[in-house]
DNA sequence: ATCCTCCCCTAC
DNA sequence: TAAGGTAGGGGAGGAT
């Protein structure tokens, strides 16, 4: 038995004993004054005892039979907690409100226990409340053991004392609730079913270990449990941890065996590169988690000797484009944030529109509908199997243990199946379940008619997901109800009610035959109540939360129903006594905010009165874009690990210009294999019991680059020095973003190019003069060509030409916003070449023992944080400056040495084009053009897209039916940006796809979109039709965007165009597609006057770029020079003026 | 007090 | 076999 427990016990019962009201009268008392928030639980948990003291004194007829006895109620308890309460005290027990870690409790008493508890617990006696109340009957102290607290399976003891100390040091928590390890992943699966020889029998403390028999719970899912296993190296599952690593410290104490992490495996072999920092000692305590002698690297290579393993890991090449096809979470993901974007569109448009003005009185009703599809994806599996209606079907990846239900039927679910659950709980409820596979086309397409719908009611929409949506009425049922909604006429409200249910009820009915599947409604007075409305009216029915039922109804409820409240949540109200909705309103607002924190306190306290004041469609920007995996992942070597860790750079890269952004911050994440943890968890190739690190950078200057990004987080993964056999999950984050100015080159490729061809007219394989990095960062292979994301995407290949035009984003730079950077940039710049370059901090300890950051010593700020485009636009003498900072700063540099010379050099600045130019376009059109179009288009710029001669041409030109994984880099951010933002996202979605589908379902989301720009108005969709992925030619040449002064936009997007290729020239297709727009221009729309601006503009860019002397230099890698574009330009509108009989015109 | 950083948590 | 992603709210605790 734990001395240690027990002495504590004992001093606390003392203090408890002897505690009398009038001896302390003061402190306890006493508000804040000092202390924090420590001090002032002290000060409660003082305070309670008091009124202990005060219980006992008048209970003196009662036997003190808990006597010694000091006990913890956790959780929600039949008899109350107060009841519990007053009956040991009064009986002489000792009552603890809080476990502090500092004070212990000899027992706890609880009903049942969730996992996390458990683990928390695990040193003490848990018994059920039935154990007071009877010893109270009994008027004598019952032994606890007839009462312990068993259910759920999982044996309270687990591993308790064995490792006492340690395992305590690691795992266990100071604060009450949460976290058993600093960070554990998915901590609430606990040691479930560790049976394996892993919860050995600890002697020492007979009366708290007692076997116990664990009934057989219900399914638990862990990561713990002993899956099949299909490795040949079936080594026992066993885990004989008896190191209980934490930290850094762990890990370092143990005796370092010698296992080199280069192994005599030659597949293990680490090539050349990264020799220093990692390979040498990867983490050696860390394998006697696992069989003897074996390394996890050893392992995995084991492991990825089979073939098909091979393929399904980190190692093959296409795993992420692979594994995120095959996604359920990922797609997700991207649903919600595309649905997102569309739907500020196209409330942005709703709203200008000057409909829907929803005068919001302040105190009115609202009437808020929350639709959702039922089952959604087991709904869609099961209209291509109607046999199995009514059968139990859930739609996963295959039948194995570890495969996971994404979504089951309302027959599975009676069974005890839920969405989430792995296969092996779920076949343990319901045997007979059928399982059907994913059809990610087909939700879309169901999502598609679900939005369309949705959108023709009237009202504002908010999205929640692929299935789910909200929509306030409360303008159309107030209407209908004829009060402004705030009258308590009950004729009004009746009105208002009946029509919310009509609206709902015809909803219903549209989607469901537009879809085959049904969905419910729920409708409450704000979100709140349509959400929780939303689980009444499950499956295929509608319910509205009427207010004089909102009390009661929501009452009733688990406090884990209400929404934002999930595990953890839960389990601290529960820990409050609080159970049920209604039980929260018995505690104090104060009591709420002080154990969840002010705002959760406040947001509880809120709920449990039915109150919710968010509003429907208030949607914000983006505030980061990441991209993790954590599945499959199993390294040989540190190479590969690092390969990856650059591949999802690539892709994080990809999402940064899709969403026109570049970030300041970048965050590495990883999760390592937890000390304990087997090296092959029960799901296959899951992560298993992991415990995760994160680590960030500040970058100097915003960048998105592939190759900035790669080497940073490659920095930051070598940094952890984790043993990459260990590695099971990693994940690169970027925040602190800022809006892509196309006005600075469009995106870091366009101006890495410009740097790149004024440093070495060899375009292809040209260094990244941006990527001085090497500076810093010695590299082995300088010839390193192919790795480097921008110049796939653009220096050397042709970029997409979706619609025979590749375009930049018109500039909106803002001349004065120009004029100001230099000075931030400046002062940037110079904090960075002061302080240490790198902002890394490791939060979570650091598991390498290894001094981190070596190689990273450098004090300046790697030259390749600076964004090239922010460089580019520094005043001249300001760039020399910096460049020259650099210069001296890294005199060795070989690769550096050609950098800084294009910056430096451009005799013709750049700027001049940049900013004398501005005033120019006479177009008031300049600033930020849309006051009104607010929201996304903040971000967003002016665009235009040439009109193509052919629609049908996209489909072919798009993109050869190449099933190759990467076609996403044929997407130019130039492009990209050029488009209005809904073409965008229809390009880059209908990418996506291509990336994505296996087979071709093709399913755009604008099918019929062309009534109104909306991607959602489309209705039936022919199916042809859904093929066309642009807006149809217009009638005449024009913008598709209209709300912008076509010219100054068509300046814009020229200026931008040329900047981007200033040097290297044009792309003999955009040339022509411009040409031949110009030439529309005269010809149909019959404007010489904007064609010829738009000539002469391009005219003055280029004249005022030339290079002072010897013109032509620069040849024209893309195939056309400047001055031939200018020509083409004037021939064209040449012709356009001679078909229609004009006079010449002269362009001088 | 208020901000900032580093997490944890939640939802689908 | 299996595809355990991802963005935002917010709390804890240190810096300012
Ligand atoms: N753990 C989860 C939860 C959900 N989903 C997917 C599949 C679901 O069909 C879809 C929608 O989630 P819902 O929470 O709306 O669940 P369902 O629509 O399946 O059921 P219902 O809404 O009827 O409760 O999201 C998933 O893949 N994994
Ligand atoms: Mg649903």
Redesign the pocket.
């Known amino acids: 038995m734990g001395s240690l427990l027990d002495e504590k016990s004992n001093s606390v019962r003392k203090r408890i004993e002897n505690h009398v009201f009038e001896d302390e009268v003061g402190e306890e008392y006493e508000a804040s004054a000092f202390g924090g ?1 420590g001090d002032y639980m002290r000060r409660k948990k003082i305070k309670l005892q008091n009124l202990d003291a005060e219980i006992r004194s008048s209970s003196a007829d009662c036997l003190p039979i808990f006597r010694g006895v000091v006990v913890h109620v956790n959780g929600y308890t039949q008899p109350s907690l107060q009841d519990l309460h007053r009956m040991i005290v009064s009986h002489g027990g000792g009552f603890l409100q809080y476990l502090d870690g500092k004070t212990s409790a000899t027992h706890i008493v609880a009903s049942s226990l969730t996992p996390k508890k458990r683990e928390e617990f695990r040193r003490y006696r848990i018994v059920k409340p039935a154990w007071v109340v009877e010893s109270v009957k009994a008027k004598r102290l019952l032994p606890w053991d007839a009462f312990r607290v068993v259910d759920e399976g999982q044996n309270q003891k687990v591993l308790k004392f064995d490792n006492g100390r340690v395992l305590n040091e690691s795992n266990t928590p100071q ?1 009450s609730y ?2 058993q390890t ?2 554990s992943w ?2 609430s ?1 606990l040691k479930a079913s560790t049976q394996a020889q892993n919860g050995r029998p600890i002697s020492g403390t007979p009366d708290m270990d007692p076997a116990v028999d664990q009934a057989v719970a219900p399914p638990t ?1 862990s ?1 713990y449990g002993d899956f099949p296993s ?1 490795t040949s190296l079936d080594e026992p599952n066993e885990i004989s941890n008896k190191s209980a690593r934490s930290g850094p410290e762990a890990v370092e104490e143990r005796p370092r065996t010698p296992t080199p992490l280069v192994h005599s495996l030659e597949a293990i072999h680490t090539p050349s590169k990264s020799p220093p920092v990692v390979s040498q000692a990867p983490s050696p305590s860390r394998r006697d988690a696992s069989a003897p002698e074996v390394t996890s690297e050893e392992y995995n290579a084991q492991l990825l000797s ?1 073939p ?2 091979r393929n ?1 890991s980190v190692v093959n090449p296409e795993f992420i484009q ?3 096809r ?5 797609h ?3 649903w ?2 595309e649905l997102k974007a569309q739907l500020q569109l196209a409330a942005k448009e709703k709203s200008q529109s000057r409909l829907s003005r929803r005068k919001q009185i302040p105190g009115a009703r609202r009437y808020i509908m929350h639709v959702d599809f039922d089952c959604f994806f087991a709904a869609v599996a099961v209209l291509k199997h109607p046999d199995l209606d009514g059968k139990p079907v859930a739609v ?9 239900i994404a979504s089951c039927n309302y027959t599975a679910r009676a069974k005890g199946v839920k969405n989430g659950m792995w ?1 092996k709980g779920a076949l343990q409820s319901c045997p007979d379940l059928n399982v059907l596979p994913y059809d990610f086309p087909a939700y879309e397409d169901a999502s598609r008619k679900f939005y369309s719908a949705i959108l023709s009611v009237e009202g504002i929409v908010q999205s ?2 692929i ?2 949506a909200l929509v306030d009425i409360t303008g159309q049922c107030l209407e209908a109800g004829g009060s402004d909604g705030r009258g308590v006429s009950e004729g009004s409200i009746y009105r208002e009610q009946a029509k919310a249910d009509e609206i709902a009820e015809r909803l219903r009915h549209a989607i469901r035959s537009e879809t085959g599947c049904s969905v419910s409604v729920g409708i409450g007075g704000n979100i709140l109540q349509a959400k929780v409305a939303l689980r009444k009216a499950k499956p295929a029915g509608q319910f509205q939360l009427k207010p004089d039922m909102v009390l009661e109804f929501i009452g009733n409820l688990t406090v884990q129903d209400l ?8 389990a601290k109200l529960e820990e409050l006594g609080i159970k049920f909705v209604k039980d929260v309103r018995d505690q104090s607002k104060e009591r709420l905010t002080s154990a ?6 406040a ?1 509880i306290w809120d709920y449990a009165r039915g109150i919710d004041r968010t509003e429907v469609g208030n949607e ?13 992942i199993r390294f040989v070597n540190q190479s590969q690990a690092e390969d990856f860790v650059r591949s999802l750079c690539e892709e994080l890269h990809r ?1 940064l210009v899709e969403n026109l952004v570049k970030g300041k911050q970048l965050t590495l994440k990883v999760m390592r294999r937890s000390a304990d943890a087997p090296l092959e ?1 029960v ?6 019991k992991c415990d ?1 690190f ?1 680590k ?1 950078v500040l970058l100097g200057v915003a960048s998105n680059s592939t190759d900035v990004l790669g080497k940073e987080a490659v920095s930051m993964l070598k940094s952890f020095a984790i043993s990459p056999g260990d590695l099971r ?1 990693i ?1 690169v ?1 970027m925040t602190k973003l800022e809006p892509l100015k196309p006005a600075t080159g469009g995106s870091i490729e366009a101006s890495q190019k410009q740097l790149n061809f004024k440093a070495s007219p060899a375009r292809k394989k040209a260094q990244h003069t941006h990527d001085p990095d090497d500076l810093e960062s010695p590299r082995k292979e300088e010839t390193d060509t192919v790795n480097y994301g921008p110049s796939l995407n653009d220096s050397n290949q042709k970029p997409l030409n979706i619609s025979g035009t590749q375009f930049i984003m018109p500039s909106q730079t803002d001349p004065q916003v120009v004029a100001e950077l230099p000075n931030d940039i400046r002062s940037k710049l110079v904090a960075q070449g002061k302080q240490a370059p790198r902002g890394e ?4 300890p650091c598991p390498p023992p290894r001094r981190s950051q070596p190689p990273v010593a450098a004090e300046l700020p790697p030259q390749s944080q600076l964004d090239p485009d922010t460089l580019a636009a520094l005043p001249e003498d300001l760039r020399a400056e910096v460049l020259d900072y650099y210069n001296q700063r890294d005199p060795a540099g070989p690769q550096t040495a050609p950098a800084p010379a294009p910056l430096a050099a451009p005799p013709p600045p750049p700027n001049p084009l940049r900013f004398k130019k501005p005033t120019s376009p006479p177009k008031k059109k300049r600033g930020r053009p849309s006051t009104k179009s607010t929201g996304t288009t903040t971000l967003r710029q002016a665009n235009f897209l040439f009109p193509r001669p052919a629609t049908p041409t996209l489909s072919e030109e798009r993109r050869e039916p190449s099933p190759q994984p990467d076609t996403a880099d044929e997407v130019s951010p130039e492009f990209l940006a050029a488009l209005p933002e809904d073409i965008r996202r229809e390009v880059l979605e209908e990418h996506r796809r291509a990336r994505t589908r296996q087979r071709p379902s093709s399913a755009t989301q604008r099918t019929a979109g062309q009534q109104q720009t909306r991607p959602f108005g489309a209705p039936p969709a022919p199916a042809q039709e859904r093929r066309l992925r642009l807006p149809p030619l217009p009638e005449r040449p024009t913008f598709t965007s209209q709300k912008l002064s076509a010219l100054s936009d068509l300046r814009d997007a020229v200026q931008s165009w040329h900047a981007a290729f200033t040097e290297e020239g044009p792309f003999a297709e955009d040339v022509e597609a411009l040409a031949l727009y110009v030439k529309r221009v005269v010809v149909d729309e019959r404007d010489l006057d904007k064609a010829v601006s738009v000539t002469k503009w391009l005219m003055w860019l280029v004249e005022d770029s030339r290079p002072t002397e010897a013109g032509g230099q620069r040849g024209s890698p893309n195939g056309v020079s400047w001055d031939e574009a200018v020509r083409s330009l004037q021939r064209s509108v040449a012709e356009g003026v001679e078909e229609r009989g004009l006079p010449p015109v002269d362009f001088s």
């Open positions: 928030f604060s949460r976290d600093n960070s998915y901590t699966q899912q990561d299909f089979d098909r393993m399904n692979q594994y995120y095959e996604s359920r979470l990922h997700l993901s991207t919600k944030a996963a990846h295959g039948t194995g243990s570890g495969s996971e296969m929640v997901s299935d789910e929404p934002g409240v999930g595990y953890s949540l839960g969840l924190g002010p705002k959760t306190g947001r914000v920007m983006r505030k980061s874009v990441s991209a993790e995996v954590n599945w499959g999402r968890p799901k296959h190739l899951g992560h298993g995760t994160n960030s999950g994940g984050q901090r490791s939060t979570s």
